[in-house]
């Protein structure tokens, strides 16, 4: 199972875009990105450095994090009690307050809360999206162990137990051995990966932004990335997804 809420978050043409998103888009691919790694992965310390997402040929942003101790004494006493459940997913209007009330045991520490809350602010801010689809994932296993693309615009991914997100650079890759082209093989002998060397990951708490194929003019590419093995000994693993909604008049 690919690392998904909805399959079209921004999956249209820019004329399918609202004029709002379309404008926020132009706007922030004029600003500058302080942190640049490569090509096509950016790793960045500050969010307003973000907008590197825009660039064209920029596939991943990280933006790095201190991990919140409060945060993972919360997760590890849940987990060592059976109590942090199987996630959820909701929608929500862009900077609406997250109601407490409708969340379960996971977010009970207000640290928690606070930093969801600070996600959802940053990715709205960010994509210009009237409304998000908010999901946590809860696993014992890979959810998708292969590499792939994902067909949506812009996600935002932040792992806060476990192994983070993996990726791909673009000149370590043959695209055309993605999916079918694997021919079944596993990745490290199907010929995805010219070197495993090209294998990146963010770390837990880190910030990820992951442009898939959907995005405007992004058709031929897309961030290739996959889930982390869940060792037994550090299960289960607790995923934050965040993707845009775009709400149709």
């Known amino acids: 199972m690919s690392e998904v809420f909805v399959t079209d978050a921004t999956g249209r043409s820019a004329a399918g875009l609202p004029a709002s998103g379309l404008d926020a888009m132009d706007d922030l691919r004029g600003a500058s990105c302080a942190a640049a790694s490569t090509r096509s992965i950016r790793f960045v310390t500050e969010p307003v450095d973000l907008v590197c997402v825009f660039e064209p040929e920029v596939q991943v942003v990280c933006l790095r994090r201190e991990p919140d101790l409060v945060i993972q004494r919360s997760l590890d006493s849940l987990a060592r009690a059976g109590g942090l459940g199987s996630g959820f997913r909701i929608a929500l209007p862009a900077r609406a307050a997250l109601d407490a009330g409708a969340l379960p045991d996971l977010l ?3 640290a928690m809360k606070a930093d969801i809350a600070l996600l959802l602010d940053i990715y709205a801010d960010l994509v210009g999206c009237s409304s998000m689809g908010l999901r946590v994932e809860i696993t014992k296993q890979a959810m998708c162990p292969r590499f792939h693309v994902d067909r949506v ?3 935002l991914l932040c792992t806060f137990r476990g192994s983070a ?3 791909l650079e673009d000149e370590w ?3 055309s051995k993605l999916g079918g082209g694997a021919s079944r093989l596993p990745d490290e ?4 990966m010219r070197d495993p060397a090209g294998i990146g990951h963010a770390e837990p708490f880190d910030l990820v932004l992951l442009k898939g194929c959907a995005w405007p ?5 897309g961030a290739i990335h996959r889930s982390p093995s869940v060792p037994t000994h550090s299960a289960p693993r607790v ?4 993707d845009a909604l775009w709400i149709e008049p």
């Open 189 to 192: 002998t199907s010929g995805l």
């Open 217 to 221: 003019g992004n058709e031929l590419h």
């Open 173 to 175: 890759v043959d695209r």
């Open 165 to 167: 997100t993996e990726w």
């Open 239 to 242: 995923l934050l997804g965040i």
């Open 108 to 110: 009970a520490s207000d």
């Open 153 to 155: 615009g812009i996600r």
